[in-house]
């Protein structure tokens, strides 16, 4: 529809404002773009042969996400956590005693589908991207604590902040903030393709889906699976919304900022009390689960 000015006037303000902030500068149309070019190959890579070894970490990621999504709906509902086990198939079991399983059985779609929708949204500003990073490290240190006794989830983990590690040394953090959006774009697409494989489709006998409507008893699995599905697409598409509308700063601007927050070093806004310090007190925690853990 088009709009002349006298009509312009007519339209609520609040309408306008919000119009005005969904519209992307050409800092974010590059966002944009680069996740629709993460789908696209993500897609292409989904099923090929060989090349699928290229997302094979990200996916098993995911399924990292979605686990520690159940075990930390567990701790929020008094269970107790026993173990998180992930399996080079691209499965993953959490073990847990006590709970609300209303809670934490749709926990794991929904809690990696929103962690993919905040990574989405982190990845329009490279601060953010960073701050994101931190938030992740915390997570992957009760993750290894929960999965101590599987090598896979270790082996992934320490892989996955290595990687986080280098890219925010590339360009200043910028290079961060791509590596962020496309985690975000995986896990948001991943949980789209397990709720439809797993619930929908039914390829699976058991599931999240199941287990649920078998403690509902008012609707099939199939029918969870849809809500699901829907819910996880509204957080992939709020993820991009908020991102929009939070992060206005060009590219130039962003340059700026992170180089005054969380500096790597060597650059001029590099103080001794930031990254450096942060990764070494990230070791001696990692060190310290590992004590525990012997």
């Not at 090349?51 to 990292?64: A, D, E, H, S």
């Not at 290079?175 to 975000?184: D, E, M, Q, S």
């Not at 029918?223 to 509308?245: D, E, N, P, Q, T």
């Not at 939070?246 to 900022?257: G, L, N, V």
Request: net charge neutral; charged share 10%; hydrophobic share 55%.
């Amino acid at each position: 529809m088009i709009v002349t000015p006298l009509q312009y006037e007519h339209v609520p303000i609040y309408s306008r404002d919000f119009a005005s902030r969904v519209t992307p500068n050409p800092t974010q149309r590059t966002t944009l773009i680069v996740a629709g070019i993460y789908i696209l190959v993500i897609a292409i890579l989904w099923h090929v042969p060989f090349l699928n070894l290229i997302i094979y970490p990200f996916k098993l990621l995911t399924v990292g996400f979605h686990e520690m999504s159940h075990a930390f709906a567990g701790v929020l509902t008094c269970a107790h956590i026993h173990s998180i086990e992930l399996d080079p198939d691209e499965g993953g079991a959490t073990r847990m005693s006590g709970g609300v399983p209303w809670i934490t059985l749709p926990a794991g779609y929904l809690g990696s589908s929103f962690i993919g929708a905040v990574l989405i949204t982190c990845g329009f500003d490279t601060n953010a991207s960073k701050i994101a990073s931190l938030v992740l490290a915390g997570f992957f240190l009760f993750t290894l604590w929960w999965a101590r006794r599987n090598l896979l989830t270790w082996v992934l983990i320490i892989g996955m902040s290595g990687l986080i590690v280098l890219f925010w040394f590339v360009a200043g953090g910028e290079a961060l903030r791509w590596l962020v959006l496309f985690i975000g774009v995986m896990s948001c697409l991943y949980v789209v393709w397990d709720v439809i494989d797993d619930t929908i489709a039914r390829k699976v006998n058991t599931s999240d889906a199941s287990a649920f409507a078998d403690i509902c008893g008012c609707c099939p699995s199939q029918v969870w699976g849809v809500i699901w599905l829907i819910i996880a697409c509204a957080f992939f598409a709020a993820g991009i919304i908020v991102g929009l509308v939070a992060f206005k700063e060009s590219t130039a601007q962003q340059k700026a900022d992170a180089k005054h927050f969380l500096p790597v070093p060597g650059s001029s806004g590099a103080a001794p009390t930031t990254l450096p310090s942060l990764l070494v007190a990230a070791a001696a925690a990692a060190a310290a689960v590992m004590t525990l853990n012997s």
